[in-house]
């Protein structure tokens, strides 16, 4: 035994720099510095390590061929206390090349990511493949890809936002067609469009194309501020649905419905500003649409925004949402008492001379937090050198 605790000993010590394996066998935490932080509002923040890719303890690259990927949007099933994972484009190598998907989805029953995020299968119809479950033309300048933005479960359905994206331009910018929505009822191994539920970027023939919808319907779907889409159910009965334009450069707009009334795309009404009261104005249907389409008041929060996510913190007593601020390599995070504000001013937790190379796509969840929120854990996507996913643990004051 001592011969043994000798030999790991003198393991460890060569493999110091980046393994882990010899400090789970000497039952020891893997140690991670604290990065960078500016907000005194926060404690700490933890880089708990990648959960996909090969250089994860998942090893998706060798058992489901998913070697590359980013995104991870949490979807909770409380019914079943499953965790859905919403991914976007997905190779079978690290370097964006092979067997490549638009997007697929984990599942796990983990719910406890204090330590890291064990993911226990992918969809997959049988195959040691993860399938693509919203399918894409991948098509330049028509339908090149379609990713996830958000989703939700409701009953035994669960639901996907994907913005279908019709090509990409610089970094941080990128043209969308629509935001969709697919829905299952089988936990996720079929999924349909729930065709009523589309904002759509114009009337122009290629949306027409894509969405198979006339220019009639489309006419009533203008949304270009709803083409990314985050839904989160609130206490009050609605699920409210955070937009933002293609991109990283535009602002988050609102919108809301009733629980029963989701898949009514008629019934979604939009904030407008406030009246003379402060209280929240909310106009229903295409006209809410128009009202808030060249209206700076109907921001919640102002440009630039970049994929967002929102959740209500028990500990903080507030609203709480996540992002990158525009191209620009800071993650912020802003709070309110209202899922439509007054949001207040950003806070600054890190930049990316701390973050994973090419850090976006925030994402988090209630489910993964601890003391009702004073430490959350979130999901953020590494464009380079290695393209996947990791865990973040942020705790607060």
């Not at 394996?21 to 935490?29: D, L, V």
């Not at 997007?103 to 993860?130: E, K, Q």
């Amino acid at each position: 035994m001592c011969f043994k605790r000798l030999l790991i000993g003198i393991v460890c010590a060569i493999l110091s720099l980046g393994m882990v394996a010899c400090n789970r066998e000497n039952k020891e935490e893997e140690p991670v510095d604290n990065e960078t932080l500016y907000s005194n509002k926060v404690e700490s923040l933890v880089n708990l390590g990648l959960i996909t890719g090969d250089d994860s303890p998942n090893k998706t690259g060798q058992n489901w061929d998913v070697g590359g990927t980013d995104l991870g949007i949490p979807i909770y099933d409380e019914a079943n206390k499953k965790m859905y994972f919403a991914f976007g484009d997905t190779y079978s190598g690290a370097d964006q090349h092979g067997n490549w998907r638009s997007n697929i989805m984990a599942v796990t029953t983990d719910l406890d990511a204090s330590d890291g995020i064990t993911i226990d299968y992918f969809l997959n119809n049988n195959r040691p493949i993860a399938k693509e479950f919203i399918p894409s033309r991948k098509v330049d300048n028509l339908e090149i890809t379609t990713i996830p933005t958000g989703g939700i479960v409701i009953g035994d359905s669960i639901y996907v936002h994907y913005m279908s994206v019709r090509v990409w331009g610089t970094p941080g910018e990128w043209d969308i067609n629509y935001n969709g929505v697919v829905k299952s009822v089988d936990g996720g191994e079929t999924w349909t469009r729930v065709n009523n539920l589309t904002w759509a970027e114009s009337n122009k023939e290629y949306v027409e194309t894509v969405t198979g919808m006339d220019v009639i319907e489309l006419n009533k779907r203008i949304a270009p501020n709803f083409l990314q889409v985050f839904p989160i159910k609130a206490a009050d009965g609605y699920i409210y649905i955070y937009g933002i334009p293609g991109g990283r450069s535009g602002g988050a707009k609102l919108g809301r419905v009733l629980v029963e009334k989701y898949e009514d795309f008629f019934e979604y009404e939009y904030f407008n500003g406030y009246d003379e009261n402060d209280n929240p104005i909310f106009i229903k249907g295409t006209a809410g649409l128009e009202a808030i389409l060249e209206n700076d008041k109907a921001y919640v929060i102002s440009p630039k925004v970049a994929e967002i996510s929102v959740m209500y913190n028990k500990y903080l007593e507030k609203w709480i949402t996540i992002y990158k601020f525009n191209n620009s390599g800071r993650l912020v995070f802003r709070t309110s008492d209202n899922p439509w504000g007054v949001w207040s001013d950003e806070e600054l937790i890190t930049t990316a001379d701390d973050l994973p190379g090419g850090f976006y796509g925030e994402f988090m969840h209630e489910i993964y937090s601890e003391k009702d929120g004073k430490v959350i854990y979130f999901i953020i996507s590494q464009w380079k050198p290695i393209y996947n996913s990791r865990l973040m643990r942020l705790e607060f004051k």
